[in-house]
């Protein structure tokens, strides 16, 4: 009697608060309607209007060319500034409904379906440990390299074999947390080292001669945001005070910290912090990386979207010539041809500078600090694609980017191998 009632009751009342619950998370989300992405040719005056105005640039490309994510308000500014511009995404919510249904339509995924989908970041994090435990004689799992400024961990996932000690590369990725092709990426290049190494000669070569240490998802609180709350949020999750959040992490690093292309106003999607490595993010992974050991990493690359590119230091300033520009522009066309021969897709090889100047960057922070004296190879790449689908990249490409990508990576092992 009294007990059946209190139970139903009860399920009534729990019932009840989980609907009002989920309805106020979904309310939560941040919604794009009536938003389209234009491409558009800026004046240096025009680019600080809009910029003022707080407008979400998606893309920089080459000759002052903007991708910008704007609304009905925004396109009256335009209209009046004169820009003439082309419209790329003209419905920037029917694309984020469309992977949410694609993301939701999944089952329970085999590990290799795994790649067929997106994962939050719960997921990714089960993946990596996945990894470690199926592959246990050839890896070493580091469960948090540093916590995030929510408390998340940054885990780590170290391929080596032997005893001695061994050249490093390093290679990390989601400082930008609505990059989801960033960490799938990173995820994947793992897996293909890893099942390479009792299948592949070359492949089991290059794990024999180097050490990889992958941090595949640098910004856990922002990736988990862009999953639960806004799926075009670029920082992690500081409070900056008065309803402000974030840091831009790929600008608090300590490499030319405060300059070019970085933004002192915390409201902004470059903002680049208080001081070099205010971020416990940046902060956790840099000291890991110097925790490797002085000089032991020969190469680092740093994986971001998207314009299709593999860039190279310098990223400050056109003056500046690196002592190996030519070896660092070798790499990084090899790189590139070595994606077009798996793909047919054309990346660009450059100069990080040639593209915008910025200063803070972990590439340059690569670079200029973090890398062998004697084996200064540093890039960022920007995966795909070139602004039809921008962030959102349908999850069929997953695949494919994870492909071509792994053959640049065997590119970049090979030649440092050479040339080190």
């Given amino acids: 009697g009294i007990n059946a009632e209190y139970g139903a009751e009860m399920w009534k009342s729990i019932t009840v608060f989980y609907l009002f619950f989920f309805l106020f998370v979904a309310a939560e989300r941040v919604r794009y309607d009536g938003h389209s992405v234009i491409r558009a040719t800026l004046t240096p005056e025009q680019f600080t209007k809009l910029e003022n105005a707080g407008l979400d640039f998606w893309a920089e490309l080459p000759n002052s060319v903007f991708d910008i994510r704007v609304n009905s308000e925004n396109l009256a500014l335009i209209d009046q500034l004169g820009i003439q511009y082309e419209v790329y995404i003209p419905d920037v919510q029917a694309l984020i409904d469309a992977e949410e249904a694609s993301l939701q339509s999944e089952t329970e995924l085999k590990a290799d379906e795994w790649f ?48 001695g000690t061994k050249k490093i590369l390093f290679i990390q990725s989601g400082q930008h947390a609505r990059e989801w092709i960033g960490p799938a990426t990173a995820c994947y290049l793992v897996t293909k080292l890893l099942e390479g190494y009792t299948s592949d000669t070359k492949i089991r070569e290059l794990i024999d001669t180097f050490n990889f240490v992958f941090v595949p998802l640098v ?35 300590d490499a030319k910290w405060g300059g070019a292309g970085s933004s002192g106003t915390p409201s902004s999607d470059t903002y680049r912090g208080t001081k070099a490595f205010s971020e416990p993010e940046t902060t956790a992974v840099s ?60 990346y660009t090889s450059q100069r990080s500078v040639d ?55 065997l590119t970049f092992a090979t030649y440092i191998k050479s040339n080190s």
């Fill in 287 to 346: 000291n890991y990386f110097k925790s490797l050991g002085t000089g032991a990493v020969y190469g680092a690359l740093d994986i971001h979207s998207y314009s299709q590119l593999v860039l190279r230091p310098p990223s400050e300033s056109t003056t500046i010539v690196p002592p190996n520009a030519a070896a660092l522009k070798a790499l990084g066309d090899a790189m590139r041809d070595a994606i077009f021969a798996i793909s047919r897709v054309q």
């Fill in 355 to 409: 593209l915008y100047p910025t200063t803070g960057s972990g590439e340059a922070w690569f670079y200029d600090k973090g890398v062998n004296s004697n084996s200064r190879y540093s890039y960022t790449f920007e995966l795909r694609d070139t602004g039809r689908y921008g962030f959102v990249l349908p999850k069929e490409q997953i695949l494919p980017t994870g492909a071509e990508i792994f053959n640049a990576l």
């Fill in 116 to 163: 067929q989908s997106y994962h939050n970041l719960t997921g990714i994090h089960a993946y990596i440990r996945s990894l470690n435990t199926q592959y246990s004689s050839i890896t070493k799992y580091v469960a948090n390299i540093g916590s995030s400024i929510l408390g998340n961990p940054i885990p780590a996932l170290h391929i080596q074999t032997g005893t």
């Fill in 219 to 253: 910004n856990p609180d922002g990736y988990a945001y862009t999953w639960t709350n806004d799926r075009l949020w670029r920082k992690n999750r500081r409070n900056n005070g008065g309803g402000v959040y974030g840091v831009d992490l790929n600008r608090n690093w």
